[in-house]
């Protein structure tokens, strides 16, 4: 029996893998990388993408992962090369947050085109042009190219088939409002408009959240979104939150998360759930954003979501309820919001369980309820009319505004439209940057922390927590700043008693019962 050349079995496997690309990264994987490849489902799932771009069934492509899931491998260095096999006259704009990365990524696809298992499948589909084979651009006889960047290069003159961003934001940096603007305003003005068809070519950003405002927040807010696929895959499944991406052209179902259990690992041979459990005490809240790309759960650990009841059933009678106002600083900055929290005071007797199981009441405690919240970019004067009917509808005991720019204005005319109980609060330590509020944040959230603070299920709530949760990594923090003042108001009067302070005198001042129709 004769027995075929083994170059046959090359012409063979190359051909099987032109059209796989999973099994391409796996067999190329040596070639790349010397550590053993550890495969699962989402590296499936993030090939099979990858695959539709190549395919023209997706154009736009949002990818998040957490850290060591091999996602820059794939894309960066094996897509590129893959898609040169079949057509080497692409052109491509890679970049990361740091042009050494970016290099990296290049330089790898480089040594993977060279190796002898490359060349000798597909080593007569192109060849290097010696004039143009540098460590950050090189290009083939074909017409293909590719050029890393970081994001913060000029591309003046530059174009490609395809862009891809990978890691756009240093994570050590997410903090930084300048740098982040830096790479969205890059994003916007120099990179996004250098697809060389822009009706045909295709865009991948590929990296963690790191912050709500990062680029691909950025990307979700203000792009047409219809076009783009998401494709989330946090390190803990969450069923709410279950990733499925559909064709933005036949409204198909492309992919679905597999996992059904809740806290399911996405690879625990990667990542175990001691190592999982570690990151989250050494993480805290960056790892909510970093493993589980959830901006809106990654919190500064201040006002944390978990720390907010939810009023179950009937929503409580309060003896009284008050109001705080945030004015926007100043009607030239059209970022800020204007922005309303109401608070409702009141008695309670929580049940809790024992060790044992038994359910016993607790003491009675004052404690606040949210009760409703708004927040808007009116001018001025819409602004005063606004709180004024707000006050006659709802007629609180206090009424509460900072005693900054717009709202010093606010109180003395508010004084004269007939509002009682109208208090100027005074900012302590300056209150006017983000490292004042975190330290007003972090005194205020004591009262949260002792598990006096509820809010009525409604969405605004929703919104309201979210914010607060977000802080300081959010986008905004106008609700913030209301919460705050409402917590150090009610401390402050001496409404609510803190565990630490049980055997003070109880200042609470019971006014009246307000019925339960003032819920919002």
């Known amino acids: 029996m004769s027995v075929a050349p083994l170059w046959s079995y090359s012409i063979i496997e190359a051909e099987a893998l032109r059209q796989n690309f999973r099994q391409f990264v796996k067999n190329g994987w040596k070639h790349v990388d010397p550590a053993p490849l550890v495969w699962g489902w989402h590296h499936d799932a993030l090939c099979d993408h990858l695959t539709y771009v190549a395919t023209g069934d997706i154009r736009f492509l949002l990818i998040n992962m957490p850290p060591r899931t091999s996602k820059s491998l794939i894309t960066s260095v094996f897509f590129p090369v893959w898609e040169w096999i079949e057509t080497p006259s692409l052109q491509y704009l890679t970049a990361s947050y740091a042009l050494q990365l970016s290099q990296r990524d290049t330089l790898r696809s480089r040594r993977l085109i060279d190796s002898p298992w490359f060349q000798r499948r597909w080593g007569d589909r192109f060849s290097f042009s010696f004039d143009e084979k540098l460590k950050r651009q090189y290009s083939n006889d074909k017409g293909g190219r590719r050029i890393a960047l970081a994001t913060d290069s000029a591309t003046t003159g530059e174009g490609g088939n395809r862009i891809i961003v990978d890691d756009p934001h240093n994570a050590k940096e997410a903090e930084s409002e300048l740098i982040r603007i830096g790479t969205c305003d890059w994003w916007d003005n120099a990179v996004s408009s250098r697809l060389n068809d822009p009706d045909r070519d295709a865009w991948i950003i590929n990296g963690q959240r790191t912050h709500a405002e990062d680029l691909f927040g950025h990307i979700l807010k203000t792009h047409e979104r219809k076009e783009i696929v998401h494709l989330v895959l946090p390190n803990e499944f969450e069923a709410k939150t279950r990733c499925i991406t559909m064709s933005p052209y036949t409204k198909k179902v492309l992919f679905r998360d597999p996992r059904k259990k809740e806290g399911e690992l996405l690879c625990a041979k990667r990542i175990s759930e001691s190592a999982t459990k570690r990151l989250k005490q050494v993480m805290k809240s960056t790892y909510a954003l ?70 016993v009441m607790g003491p009675e405690r004052t404690c606040v309820i949210l009760v409703g919240a708004w927040r808007g970019r009116p001018p001025y004067t819409e602004l005063k009319s606004r709180v004024i009917r707000h006050y006659r509808k709802l007629k609180p005991n206090w009424t509460l505004v900072e005693n900054k720019a717009t709202g010093i204005s606010l109180c003395s005319e508010l004084g004269k439209s007939g509002v009682r109980g109208l208090r100027k609060i005074k900012l302590d330590h300056g209150g006017r940057t983000r490292v004042d509020k975190v330290l007003r944040a972090n005194i205020a959230s004591v009262v949260l922390d002792d598990g006096l603070v509820y809010y009525v299920d409604r969405q605004w709530a929703e919104v309201v927590i979210d914010e607060c949760a977000a802080f300081p990594k959010g986008a905004h923090d106008d609700y913030v700043d209301t919460v705050v003042n409402a917590l150090q108001w009610v401390r402050r009067m001496g409404e609510v008693s803190l565990w630490e302070d049980e055997d003070a005198d109880d200042g609470s001042v019971r006014l009246f019962k307000r019925s339960k129709s003032f819920y919002g």
């Open 290 to 359: 970093q493993y589980q790309q959830d901006p809106k759960a990654g919190t500064g650990h201040i006002l944390e979501r978990n720390k907010w009841k939810k009023w179950e059933g009937e929503p409580p009678e309060v003896d009284y309820i008050f109001t705080v106002w945030d004015t926007a600083f100043g009607q030239d900055e059209e970022n800020d919001f204007s922005a309303r929290t109401d608070w409702g005071v009141f008695r309670h007797r929580e049940i809790k369980t024992t060790e044992d199981g038994a359910r």
